[in-house]
Structures are given as C-alpha cells and as structure tokens.
C-alpha cells in the first residue's frame, strides 16, 4: 500500500458545481497536509496548508483534515474553469527537512 | 523576481551520455529539493539538501547525483543515462523554520528529460 493514495481521475463537472477532491494516507506521524495545484507544463504551486485536523477556508476553497480517518479533502465551490488543472495532496511529519509525499494527483476538468 | 528557474527546459540524450540540470533560486532558501514527475507515479524526491554543501538521498536516488556548492544552485548529475530515467524533474526550494521545511515548496517549471 501506497503512502498516499489519490484517484488520478480525471473528474469532469459543470462550471459552476461543487468539487470534491480526496487523498487517504497510512502514515500516522502526518501532521501537515498540503494541496498543490500543478497546471499543464507548470511547476505545482501551493494552494492550501493545514496542520492536525480541522477545516480551512480560502476564498472558494477549503481543505478538510481528519486524522483519525486519515483522510483529507479539498472542497472547491462555485468551480471555475480556470481550476482545471491536476491537484496533488501533500504531506509530512512533524519534523526534519526533508521532501513532502505526495499524492499521484487528480486531473480536474470543468466544462464552461 | 524569477523564483526557481531551471535549464534546460527540455534535453534529449542517448543511452549513457551524461547530462547536469541546473536549479537556481533568488529567494534566499535553504532547502533545495529534487523531484521527478511520471505518468501514474506522481512526484518523487531524488536528493535534496538543507544547505550549502550539504545533500542527502530521498526517495529514489540510484543513477544520480547531486551538489549544492553555492546556496542559490543545486545541481542534479546523470552520469550514465537510461531510458527509464525519462521523465519531468522539478527543483523546488523552501524557507526553513526551526530547522524543518515550512511545507511550501516553490516549484520551477521543469525539464523534460527524454533517454532513447
């Protein structure tokens, strides 16, 4: 089993509908979670950051934390098409400086 | 500001020819990271480095190399290219925060490595 697992996709919606992207992950020593956006023949760019569980808003989006279940969410409201693109999850532990895991990345595309 | 800039952009060799990519970063951070981006694989850490001189092996290292003599570049080695190391690398960088990575990386543009 992967560390992070995450449906590739693609998943397709309507301009204007509601998004609901998903990563779960085995490794209990996560403590930060991380959605990266990565545009076509771009560099991923880091969207939200949340630490342990809980909720976090941005704007039209929101990234949902739950450890227990270790399952984290990325909620996009009133979709655009300017957000299609792939999102990765991320995460890490509590220490160190290495790299961050990520997710294989769900390529979202919304229909105007 | 360029951010993370990486050179070449796109490079085609040979099997066993060797090659350097290049990250430079003008934002003054100490960590420096090496990704490689395949279909179905996601991003995978190569070598990264908490700072100048330093380096350290992450996730998939074999068949490359790296330094990091000046802050501001970390450079990523293939000194024997394969056909299975076809792929898109990214550099990124980030701040330091006690001694661990904040968790934004900031990622350039990639190259795009083709081995045949």
């Known amino acids: 089993q992967k560390e992070v697992e995450q449906d590739p996709g693609p998943l397709s919606v309507p301009e204007g509908a509601i998004v609901s992207l998903n990563c779960t992950y085995s490794?209990?020593?996560?403590?930060?979670f991380m959605w990266y956006r990565q545009y076509s023949r771009k560099g991923p760019e880091l969207l939200m950051y949340t630490y342990s569980s809980g909720n976090k808003e941005d704007g039209r989006f929101t990234a949902q934390v739950d450890k227990s279940s270790k399952y984290i969410s990325l909620f996009i409201r009133d979709s655009q098409p300017s957000d299609s693109a792939t999102y990765l999850c991320?995460?890490?532990?509590?220490?160190?400086?290495?790299?961050?895991?990520f997710g294989k990345g769900t390529h979202l595309i919304i229909q105007p | 500001n360029a951010g993370v800039t990486q050179t070449p952009k796109f490079r085609v060799l040979k099997t066993g020819q060797s090659m350097t990519l290049l990250c430079a970063q003008d934002?003054?951070?100490?960590?420096m990271y090496w990704y490689r981006q395949d279909p179905g694989m996601g991003l995978r850490l190569i070598h990264y480095?908490?700072?100048?001189?330093?380096?350290a092996k992450g996730e998939v290292p074999d068949g490359y190399n790296v330094s990091r003599l000046k802050k501001q570049n970390f450079l990523l080695g293939l000194e024997s290219a394969a056909p299975s190391q076809t792929s898109v690398y990214f550099c990124?960088?980030?701040?330091?925060?006690?001694?661990?990575?904040?968790?934004?990386?900031?990622f350039g543009e990639g190259s795009r490595l083709t081995v045949l």
């Open positions: 991320a995460m890490r532990g509590g220490g160190g400086a290495d790299g961050l895991t």
């Open positions: 934002m003054n951070h100490e960590y």
């Open positions: 490794n209990s020593a996560f403590q930060y």
């Open positions: 480095s908490v700072g100048e001189g330093t380096t």
């Open positions: 990124a960088s980030s701040y330091s925060h006690r001694g661990r990575n904040t968790g934004e990386l900031f």
